[in-house]
């Protein structure tokens, strides 16, 4: 009975995460739009689960709330010193940075999550991953200390999806 219930529905929070969603998005409660944002949260995962990557060893969900509310933090910031910088640095005098920031993740998806954090901070941009895997290239706006850039996203973030992804 589970294997079968596994095989229908193969991501069930996500299946009420999408099923949450439509219900939103529709802004209407009637037992057709719960019955069909049902079958939609059913029928997406299932349809794509093909292409899905097992979960990674080590994960730690738990240790995700924190990382989150540190990125939605620092996104705030960030959007804040963004305006700042547009409003009162002339073009000219920007100091945009390439910036190579080495990697000790392993597991693709930390790496993903790692980039993505990064291009959400407005300012910065994951721009590259190396063919190994051991460092991302990132763009910055404005930085006077670009070393200092990338030992901010080491300590930040970086050792924070290390705990969470081992």
Do not use: C
Not at 27 to 39: D, K, R, W
């Amino acid at each position: 009975m589970a294997r079968a219930f596994h095989w229908l529905v193969p991501h069930p929070l996500l299946t009420v995460i999408l099923t949450f969603v439509w219900m939103l998005l529709q802004n209407e409660l009637s037992a057709g739009m719960v019955v069909f944002g049902l079958i939609l949260g059913i029928i997406i995962p299932w349809g794509t689960s093909i292409w899905w990557p097992d979960t990674p060893r080590g994960f730690r969900p738990a240790k995700m709330i924190g990382y989150s509310l540190v990125v939605i933090w620092d996104i705030i910031i960030a959007n804040i010193q963004v305006a700042w910088i547009v409003l009162t640095v002339p073009t000219a005098k920007l100091k945009p940075a390439w910036i190579v920031v080495p990697l000790k993740l392993r597991e693709p998806e930390a790496i993903t999550m790692l980039a993505g954090t990064i291009t959400l901070t407005p300012g910065t941009v994951s721009a590259d991953l190396s063919d190994e895997g051991h460092s991302l290239l990132v763009h910055v706006l404005h930085t006077d200390d670009p070393d200092g850039v990338r030992d901010d996203i080491e300590t930040r973030y970086e050792a924070r999806l290390l705990e969470i992804f081992t």
